[in-house]
């Protein structure tokens, strides 16, 4: 099982940056509400706090599929289980 200690130095900092941006959209979203601001523009940095999410998701499964591949050894069969199992994780 991949944890986060296996992830890349310079990976790991790249998915801390991304979150950090996150949790600031996140904020300013909470901010944006308590100001009444207008319904669209809320919905509008929901869809890219969405995006935002969702991008760090993919990065992330990226890097589990790539450990997955690499360590893999002969069963290929539970990489291809383990990997489409995240795959599904992130669509949802």
């Known amino acids: ?12 900092a790249a998915i ?25 523009e809320i919905i509008d940095q929901l869809a890219a706090l969405r995006g935002a999410t969702q991008a760090v998701a993919l990065q992330a499964l990226e890097v589990f599929a790539a450990h ?12 291809l289980v383990q990997i489409l199992g995240a795959i599904s994780r992130v669509i949802r």
């Open 16 to 40: 801390a940056a991304r979150l950090k941006s996150i949790e600031g959209q996140a904020r300013g979203l909470q901010r944006m509400l308590n100001d009444d601001r207008n319904c669209l």
């Open 1 to 12: 099982m991949i944890t986060a200690q296996h992830i890349d130095v310079a990976q790991k």
């Open 68 to 79: 997955c591949l690499r360590e893999s050894g002969t069963d290929q069969e539970q990489v």
